[in-house]
């Protein structure tokens, strides 16, 4: 079974920095697209970034800049470093093993892990 392990997350104040971490179990990171989702109470599940196998990255147009998505593959490990964090970027982030509407679907419900959550005050 696919398992995720996000943790990292914690209480920041606004342009205060967090990196987080997604650690795998039953597959291998480095073979898929990794993405980090996020949902904010009352909010959907989006897609903040996302890393390919052969290490293309996708950002979000609101994190452009401030947000790196990294992989180590001997860790099997996925990480999220966060930069110049905003208030309305509290919210619980979760990593997924792919990405795509299903996935969207799926991953703010806990699928594949439970989240950490990262809380940012102004």
């Known amino acids: 079974d696919v398992h995720l392990v996000e943790s990292g997350g914690g209480s920041v104040q606004a342009g205060g920095s967090l990196r987080l971490s997604c650690t795998a179990s039953g597959f291998t990171s480095d073979d898929s697209y990794m993405g980090w989702y996020r949902q904010a109470p009352g909010n959907d599940c989006e897609l903040v970034s996302s890393i390919s196998s052969d290490r293309g990255t996708y950002y979000a147009d609101s994190v452009q800049v401030r947000l790196t998505i990294s992989q180590d593959n001997a860790k099997n490990t996925v990480y999220q470093r966060m930069n110049s964090l905003k208030p309305e970027e509290t919210a619980v982030y979760y990593c997924?093993?792919?990405?795509?509407?299903?996935?969207?679907?799926?991953?703010?419900?806990?699928?594949w892990g439970q989240g950490t959550q990262v809380t940012v005050s102004s």
């Open positions: 997924a093993p792919g990405v795509g509407r299903d996935i969207a679907t799926m991953v703010c419900f806990g699928y």
